[in-house]
């Protein structure tokens, strides 16, 4: 028996590094195996401890370098490592191991070892996304003001990988988060990482906390949550207290994506062709042409655990299309906006009733319409605690036509409505001229026609009145061609 003394229940590098000394060494998988240093519950009775971690025989090490793994291997053990379960380690020697003799293994998703490492590795991926969305944070004060303080249990050792997002989402604040595994804290210049920590370093459930609940249990219905209404609703009282009044949207943004993306939704199988190309989505950031998603719940789960593009690392969440499945007319947008992105849904900011009312006085009704995005996730950059819109380059369209693509196989729609060069470049594949090409029909390949028109938050951006009732005047127009196509 050979074992590996790793540094931590997370320690990958050492993972790695003992692996290939151990393959390089020949020593089979059954007898192979990784302890942590340390480990109260490695059952290994206390041998290992207090010993320093290093990989066994060291000496074979030299020769490791002469056996490469697909890199597709290397990013899915990254995520494995961080699965609880005990045998991970173990898993993955196996199947580096099998990999010197089947160098196209990870690509046989029936096979046992294969897919058990895929499922792992998307249950870590979860529970990444769920501690996204379910960290709350209390405030307190301390000798240099307001701070905040998070306890929370992944089930999974996601603390490290999820940290940056809380550290890109909430720069401006100071905050901790603490769990069994280990704690970040962020002191709005650095992000470190400290040791384990209980449940009572954290302060006890407060008033608001007790409220939310309150409140969610007795009036939450995600589908019919409206941000504005919600916080109308609220006692002032709570309100006030919270001296990040942003934290509020982020709340129910959260909850949302809880209830909708978390609960009602089931775990895709992984042995259908969907579930796969989101399992290799999970490690790889190249498309996965193969595997079309054929339902709308499809791409709305697909999208959450999209890495086709980095913008998903700065979002809250994707935000899909939304509208009946029958709908003859689609709309695209260029990308989600800052309140799209806290509320997971197209159009509900100030662009959202420029074209509502718009649709309106042009005798469309949005009930009917399928309203999507160019790209599903809201890019942006910060200014001071506002997140400032940026427009997705053509790579970042690219990647994110898979999805509208998708979308528009799905719905086949009649007519495709593109609002502005970014929507145009998606829908037509090519950069549209909008001022010269709006408001007639262009012909698309799927026998659907496209009409280009402006975007409703370049009327937004219009200085003077005049100005803007005849930019408006025209968008209404442009509708009203669709609207007698439609017809
Ligand atoms: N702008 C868009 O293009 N899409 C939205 O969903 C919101 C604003
Ligand atoms: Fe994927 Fe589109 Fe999000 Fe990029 S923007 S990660 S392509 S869903």
């Avoid at 290992?48 to 030299?62: E, I, N, S, V, Y």
């Avoid at 003077?464 to 005849?470: G, I, P, Q, R, V």
Wanted: hydrophobic content about 45%; aromatic content about 8%; some cysteine.
């Amino acid at each position: 028996m050979e074992a590996a003394v790793l540094a931590s229940e997370t320690d990958f590098d050492g993972w790695r590094k003992a692996a290939r000394a151990m393959r390089a060494a020949g020593i089979e998988p059954a007898t192979a195996r990784f302890v942590v240093a340390g480990a109260a519950s490695s059952g290994q009775g206390g041998l290992f401890d207090g010993l320093d971690p290093q990989p066994a025989r060291p000496h074979a090490a030299r020769g490791a370098g002469e056996f490469s793994v697909p890199a597709a291997f290397v990013d899915l053990a990254r995520e494995v490592v961080l699965h609880r379960s005990t045998d991970r380690f173990d898993l993955l020697y196996r199947l580096l191991w099998r990999l010197a003799d089947e160098p196209n293994l990870m690509k046989v998703i029936s096979d046992r070892d294969v897919a058990d490492a895929l499922e792992r590795a998307k249950n870590v991926s979860r529970a990444s996304h769920k501690m996204k969305a379910f960290v709350r944070f209390r405030q307190v004060q301390d000798d240099r003001g307001e701070a905040w303080v998070a306890w929370f249990e992944p089930p999974h050792r996601v603390l490290e990988k999820t940290a940056p997002f809380f550290q890109r989402r909430f720069t401006t604040m100071r905050w901790s988060i603490l769990t069994p595994d280990g704690s970040a804290f962020w002191d709005g210049e650095t992000l470190r990482l400290g040791p384990p920590a209980t449940r009572d370093m954290a302060p006890a459930e407060d008033e608001i906390e007790a409220f939310w609940k309150t409140y969610y249990a007795s009036t939450f219905n995600p589908a019919r949550l409206k941000v504005k209404t919600m916080q109308g609703e609220m006692a002032k009282g709570y309100w006030k207290n919270l001296p990040e009044a942003a934290l509020i949207p982020e709340l129910v943004a959260a909850s949302q994506v809880r209830t909708e993306t978390m609960v009602a939704t089931p775990a895709p199988q992984p042995n259908t062709r969907f579930a796969r190309a989101v399992a290799r989505d999970l490690h790889v950031d190249r498309p996965a042409d193969d595997a079309v998603p054929d339902s709308l719940t499809e791409i709305a789960r697909g999208v959450q655990v999209c890495r086709r593009c980095p913008l998903y690392r700065d979002a809250t969440q994707g935000v899909c299309g939304e509208g009946p499945k029958s709908a003859r007319l689609m709309i695209v947008g260029e990308q989600p906006g800052d309140q799209e992105d806290l509320a997971g849904r197209p159009f509900v900011g100030p662009a959202g009733q420029v074209l509502d009312a718009a649709l309106a006085e042009a005798g469309i009704d949005r009930s009917d319409v399928y309203v999507t995005n160019a790209v599903k996730h809201f890019k942006h950059e910060p200014r001071g605690k506002r997140r400032l819109h940026k427009t997705p380059n053509a790579g970042e369209v690219q990647a994110c036509r898979w999805w509208l693509d998708a979308e528009r196989r799905l719905i086949r729609p009649k007519v495709v409505v593109a609002l502005g060069a970014t929507a145009g470049l998606a829908v037509l594949g090519r950069k549209p001229a909008v001022i010269k090409e709006r408001g007639r029909l262009i012909d698309l390949a799927d026998d659907s026609v496209a009409v280009l028109t402006v975007h409703p938050s370049y009327l937004l951006r219009l200085p003077d009145a005049a100005a803007k009732a005849e930019a408006r005047a025209h968008f209404i127009d442009d509708l009203r061609v669709v609207r007698r196509h439609l017809a």
